[in-house]
């Protein structure tokens, strides 16, 4: 499985950014997908995520919750992460994850993921 994130830039603190992660492979769409992020100096932490079953549950970090939206579109083997009223501390490189036989406890961390995209650059100026 290849992932490909995409969607990143420079945005005003209140602005908004898509991120988006573009999965390649025969199974793709059935992985659960995540997505991480690390600033500068600071261990890669968890930010979203969209379990493969139970109906697709929606996972969120309490620093993003209200905040971002994931989604994906199977048909595509695309998720998104909409993020609305950016702040200058989600400044990071995001990255997006993905594996097909995680459990629903490890689905925080980022170390139960096998396959992960390159990294997009957010950064939200004040």
């Known amino acids: 499985v290849q992932l490909q994130a995409s969607g990143g830039g420079l945005v005003q603190a209140g602005g908004s950014l898509r991120l988006s992660c573009a999965a390649s492979?025969?199974?793709?769409?059935?992985?659960?997908m995540g997505w991480f992020r690390q600033a500068p100096g600071k261990e890669r932490e968890f930010v979203s995520a969209?379990?493969?079953?139970?109906?697709?549950?929606?996972y969120y970090a309490d620093a993003v919750k209200g905040r971002f939206t994931i989604s994906r579109d199977n048909a595509k083997n695309t998720v998104y992460l909409q993020m609305n009223s950016l702040k200058p501390e989600d400044t990071a490189v995001y990255y997006c994850?993905?594996?097909?036989?995680?459990?629903?406890?490890?689905?925080?961390?980022?170390?139960?993921?096998?396959?992960w995209g390159q990294g997009t650059q957010v950064t939200v100026s004040s």
């Open positions: 492979g025969p199974t793709s769409s059935s992985y659960t």
């Open positions: 969209i379990f493969r079953s139970n109906a697709g549950r929606i």
């Open positions: 994850a993905g594996d097909g036989r995680i459990i629903l406890s490890e689905i925080r961390r980022a170390g139960a993921y096998d396959y």
